[in-house]
């Protein structure tokens, strides 16, 4: 019996057979437009992102993401050329719903070619996007498409799977989110995502080293290092659930103060309630995703990756370790031969943020170098870097905007004795 589906299959098998390469040309078949416009219906909050764009066409949502390079701000003094989707490293957040049938247009407008792997998907084997295997590598120029229809939920994630050391350390991921057809309970109030990575951003440098497999300088959510990570909001007792991806090359046990999160999903989508457990730090390895929830408390409270260079920008790792080695009097003699010699180290590291606070590394370090720690609080110094940002809860929060820093409570705040 032929049916139009039998059609279309014996068509794309007589183009593969005639060139390799399956094939379909349809005036029907053209990727979205206006892929850098935001989602209007979306519900994550990307950090530092936004969700992508869709079109309906029929009973079927089209995406369309565009291989390509990016210029890059890591943090205030730090700019990369990187690659990445659409615009942006990572890309934009996919955002669809279990059941649904979804066609995926990847553009490449790099110089080498790529594919696309939905990492945690469902799908057919001939759709799982591995260079080589499962079809031929998308050339510069190209444009192929993957289409499935959805059946399952959770925190998946996308990245090339063609030179891959390469494509990853240089930018190129995205999240892709896969709502429950059903409503789980509890509801979430606000619903954030962010993926893990690390990057060889040497100081002095303007692109990311592939080659280096443990020594990274930068450690980032979404392609961000604090102080340039966004804050998470939240009014106080708001179900918040953070969901976190990791495609660097290292695990990074994530930790929030101030509150017992439970972990409640992954790839596999909301655990049911009898499996959740109670933490204050989980460690998300590498290729996994975790969602983490919990009920907002009051406070400005922290949260990052507790491997605490991970919390740290760039710094030598070759440097001799100066901790209680007396330099004061060397200083001056040095400088008569090397002017504007400075050191620092003597007592410890925290004097580093101090002249940064100062202004000293902003403009005397090495060229597109941020400082290895920075930000200022109300109190100070941060002296944070990297995988670190402040999760702000306030009784009083207008739904939009940064609250400021938090008013601690009568007798509610460590004190000094006199
Ligand atoms: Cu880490």
Wanted: with cysteine; charged share 20%.
């Amino acid at each position: 019996m032929s049916t139009r589906r039998n059609f279309i299959r014996d068509a794309s098998m007589l183009s593969l057979l005639a060139t390799g390469i399956p094939m379909r040309a349809s005036a029907a078949l053209a990727p979205p437009a206006n892929t850098k416009k935001n989602a209007a219906d979306a519900r994550i909050i990307t950090l530092n992102g936004r969700s992508l764009d869709y079109r309906m066409n029929a009973e079927v949502k089209e995406f369309h993401l565009i291989a390509e390079p990016v210029e890059h701000e890591f943090a205030p003094g730090t700019v990369a050329k990187c690659w990445g989707y659409n615009g942006t490293t990572p890309g934009p957040t996919i955002e669809v719903t279990e059941g649904e049938r979804i066609r995926l247009f990847v553009t490449n407008n790099l110089n080498e070619h790529t594919t696309m792997h939905w990492h945690g998907a469902l799908l057919p084997c001939g759709m799982d996007g591995i260079g080589g295997v499962t079809q031929p590598h998308i050339q510069p120029g190209e444009t192929w498409v993957y289409e499935w229809t959805v059946r399952q939920h959770g925190t998946l994630m996308y990245h090339p799977h063609a030179d891959e050391m390469t494509q990853m350390a240089f930018g190129m991921m995205g999240l892709f989110i896969v709502h429950p057809k059903q409503p789980t309970t509890p509801k979430v109030d606000r619903d954030y995502a962010f993926l893990l990575h690390n990057w060889a951003m040497h100081p002095g440098t303007y692109r990311p080293d592939p080659s280096v497999m443990v020594d990274f300088d930068l450690w980032t959510f979404n392609s961000k290092t604090f102080p340039a990570i966004d804050y998470l909001y939240a009014s106080s007792g708001d179900r918040v659930r953070i969901r976190v991806g990791n495609l660097s090359m290292w695990n990074h046990p994530i930790h929030l103060h101030g509150h017992q999160f439970y972990v409640t999903g992954s790839d596999g989508g909301r655990y049911p309630q009898a499996i959740w457990r109670p933490e204050v730090t989980e460690i998300v390895g590498v290729g996994q995703m975790r969602d983490i929830e919990f009920d907002a408390v009051p406070g400005d409270w922290a949260f990052h990756c507790h491997m605490a260079h991970h919390t740290m920008g760039p710094m030598s790792h070759n440097f001799p370790n100066m901790v209680g080695v007396q330099q004061r009097d060397l200083v001056e003699r040095i400088r008569q031969v090397v002017p504007g010699y400075w050191t620092h180290g003597e007592n410890g590291m925290a004097e580093h943020a101090q002249h940064i606070v100062g202004g000293h590394h902003r403009n005397s370090g090495p060229a597109n170098t941020m400082p290895m720690m920075d930000g200022m609080g109300p109190y100070g110094p941060i002296e944070m870097g990297g995988m670190f940002t402040i999760v702000k809860v306030r009784d009083d929060w207008d739904g939009k905007s940064n609250p400021g820093w938090f008013n601690h409570l009568p007798g509610e705040q460590a004190y000094k004795l006199e």
